[in-house]
């Protein structure tokens, strides 16, 4: 089952996507969803949907469901009946601004330490890859070490750039993660999700 502050999406029986928001209660064979954003249409009392949970446990689990009530920023359903369950580590993503240092560029299979480190600003991060802003230029096919330090344990991780975006803060870059092990993938995906609760328990608590 799901867990209070897990993010979700909220579909009609057809498929159409109505919401995205998170799980504000729930309970044996039912779920309170606070919506977020809104898109197409209302659903009504009655009214059969899809809601998919992104668990830190399970992965992405879809339920069909009847909608209970649906009124201003919240949903109830019940009647909830297990279609998937799907670990999708890389679909989760989480925007973040963690500052950081990279201490190492790599060659090959050498790690060779940098002069001076670089200082980075951490945009977002996920189980396969991470993006982030600095001041110096770097070019695709560029690869760097740094020690990320948001999860439960420090994970040494290597970054290959992969793409340059241009902004007048400074250039971004999205990488991907190499060589990573099954256990820091694990980690970052814990971390991404148990990130999105934390941002989106204080917006909760902002109302």
């Known amino acids: 089952m799901a867990f209070e502050l897990d993010p979700c999406l909220v579909r009609t029986a057809a498929g159409e996507l109505l919401v995205r928001g998170f799980v504000r209660e729930h309970g044996a064979d039912s779920l309170l969803i606070e919506a977020e954003h809104f898109t197409g249409s209302w659903l009504e009392a009655g009214d059969m949907a899809v809601v998919e949970v992104m668990s830190a446990h399970k992965g992405a689990c879809t339920y069909d469901a009847v909608v209970v009530f649906s009124e201003a920023r919240r949903i109830e359903l019940a009647r909830l009946r297990l279609r998937t369950v799907v670990q999708q580590r890389a679909a989760v993503r989480v925007l973040t601004a963690i500052p950081l240092q990279v201490t190492h560029r790599v060659e090959g299979n050498e790690q060779i330490a940098l002069d001076e480190p670089m200082d980075i600003l951490v ?3 996920s189980a396969t890859g991470m993006r982030f802003r600095c001041a110096t230029k770097l070019a695709a096919g560029t690869r760097v070490a740094l020690t990320f330090r948001g999860t439960r344990t420090p994970l040494h991780l290597v970054l290959e750039v992969l793409r340059v975006e241009e902004h007048k803060a400074g250039p971004a870059y999205g990488c991907a993660l190499v060589g990573i092990t099954e256990r820091e993938s694990d980690e ?7 990130e999105q609760r934390r941002q989106l328990a204080l917006r909760a608590d902002a109302r």
């Open 123 to 125: 945009l977002d991060v």
């Open 188 to 194: 970052l995906f814990r971390f991404a999700l148990d």
